[in-house]
């Protein structure tokens, strides 16, 4: 028998808000337990929630990139459960009218080809805290900072046959919601993190199979090992004769395997009902507008204008818009007139080593177009070799400064002066006759080294065209 597998995704995404879904607290992470809340998120009796607008804002911006329905009039429901890091014992969540439903996200494989899957909703809701567990000395301490952080929560239909399409699809959500500026989307500080409904059965075959759901997965690697663990598992069960069960299952990172958590309850068992602390949430026609007008070009429409505009390679356009600060200053380096094969150039080398010298994003770093712009005009122009430009980058990456300044202060400015150049290469000459005899002996080699120990007599601040030139016009003397 062929099997198929059937995978549905549910996505938390924290909201980068500053601050949280139903209070004014600080969504910061990584701050001293227990420092950041306040009655509401520790769901003191009395305590009124009242919604951060910014979260809808956020949720509906991503709702738009997902191709989604935004709902006009939604609400809030109360979704109870007791567990102790929910103090409220309900999480205020959306289930009859959530805020947007029926998206579609096409997306590209690694290997080659496209792919649609139905998003069957997107809801907000808030976070629950976090259980710290000392194994020393047996005792759970609870930290409710992430109380209330704000999430949203990303439904897929399910759609999708592979782990591959599972991450590629993920990629391309992390993208998008980058590019929004409305999550941060790392994985492995908990932004983001994934539900993995699976379930198998004989190709061909229309009707679903008995599904499982394997709760918070954080990484790639997990996400596909899970993937591929569970269809084995199922299928291995039901060829033995068995048959799964609906249930909740951990993905063990150590064992390598998926094990039983829990029955799968029902909507039913959570006695959802609205919240009548909030009210519905009705957004009007001019609102939604404004929020249009503020979505900016996404990566995927860059890409595609890159390669038409500037002639950039598929593999240039991607890295080049991986990230929004990287595509930004790429533009703006061009707009002020940097050749953008270039601007190009520069960004995917010594600036993206600079990146990953110093563990930074492109949006923290300190160089601005203008400062990229000058250095490679420099570089055209002659007035500094690429090897010091580089070097100035370097010393301005973090910092921030202005290049010319730099340049001079640091006596950087490239040697054009011919005469200081014909001396230097005299000085190499007398030094070394015996590589000009080599070199009339056709050893072709002692060109490079003189050229080499001239530079070098330059203190590498001469232009390597320059003095190649010098060499061969010495030599020719000779
Ligand atoms: P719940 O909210 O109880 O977890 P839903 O029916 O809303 O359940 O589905 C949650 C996720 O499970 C969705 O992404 C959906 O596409 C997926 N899913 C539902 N049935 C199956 C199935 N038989 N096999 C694989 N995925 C499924
Ligand atoms: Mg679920
Ligand atoms: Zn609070």
Redesign the pocket.
């Known amino acids: 028998m062929i099997w198929e597998t ?5 996505t938390h995404v924290e909201l980068s808000t500053r601050t949280k879904i139903f209070c004014a607290c600080s969504t910061r992470f990584g701050g001293a337990p227990n420092t950041q809340c306040c009655p509401v998120c520790a769901g003191l009796p009395g305590a009124l929630p009242v919604l951060n607008e910014g979260v809808l804002t956020y949720a509906v911006k991503a709702a738009l990139v997902l191709g989604c329905a935004i709902t006009r009039r939604s609400r809030f429901d109360r979704k109870n459960y007791f567990y102790p890091d929910l103090p409220r014992a309900y999480q205020i969540s959306q289930l009859y009218c959530p805020i947007a439903r029926d998206g579609e996200v096409t997306f590209s494989l690694p290997a080659g080809g496209h792919r649609t899957i139905r998003i ?1 909703e997107l809801h907000m809701e808030d976070d629950a805290g976090k259980l710290i567990h000392n194994p020393e000395t047996g005792r759970t301490s609870i930290d409710y900072n992430r109380c209330g952080v704000p999430l949203i929560e990303i ?4 759609d999708f046959r592979t782990g591959e399409e599972v991450t590629a699809y993920l990629e391309t959500l992390k993208e998008r919601l980058q590019y929004l500026g409305v999550s941060d989307c790392r994985m492995q500080e908990g932004s983001l993190r994934c539900d993995v ?3 198998v059965r004989p190709q061909g075959s229309t009707a ?4 499982t ?1 394997m709760k918070n997965l954080s990484s790639f690697r997990a996400i596909l090992r899970a993937i591929a663990f569970e269809s084995q598992r199922q299928i291995a069960l039901i060829e033995g004769g068995g048959q799964v069960v609906q249930e909740t299952r951990r993905w063990d990172e150590d064992q390598n395997a998926s094990l039983p958590m829990r029955t799968k309850e ?2 039913q068992d959570y006695r959802y009902f609205p919240d009548p602390d909030l009210p519905p949430i009705v957004l009007s026609d001019g609102w939604l507008a404004r929020l249009w007008a503020e979505m900016p070009e996404l990566a995927e429409a860059k890409r595609d204008r890159y390669r038409a505009q500037f002639g950039l390679s598929e593999a240039d356009c991607k890295t080049l818009t991986s990230q929004r600060a990287l595509a930004e200053l790429f533009e703006q380096t061009a707009a002020l007139g940097t050749p953008p094969k270039q601007a190009a150039n520069w960004l995917l080398g010594p600036v993206l080593a600079q990146c990953s010298a110093h563990g930074l994003e492109a949006k923290d770093m300190r160089i601005t177009p203008q400062m990229l712009a000058r250095l490679i005009a420099l570089v055209q122009t002659g007035g500094l070799n690429r090897s010091t430009a580089i070097e100035v980058l370097a010393a301005l990456f973090t910092t921030g400064g202005d290049v010319d300044a730099y340049v001079s202060e640091h006596g950087l400015n490239q040697v054009c002066d011919a005469d200081l150049v014909g001396e230097a290469v005299e000085r190499v000459f007398a030094a070394n006759p015996k590589s000009i005899t080599d070199y009339w002996a056709g050893k072709e080699k002692a060109l490079g080294f003189l050229v080499g120990q001239t530079m070098r007599a330059l203190h590498d601040r001469a232009s390597p065209q320059a003095v190649q030139a010098a060499v061969r016009k010495k030599l020719r003397q000779n």
């Open positions: 059937v995978i549905g995704l549910e069957h439904v897929t239909e399910p409904n699976l379930s679903l199979g008995t599904r759901e029902n909507a």
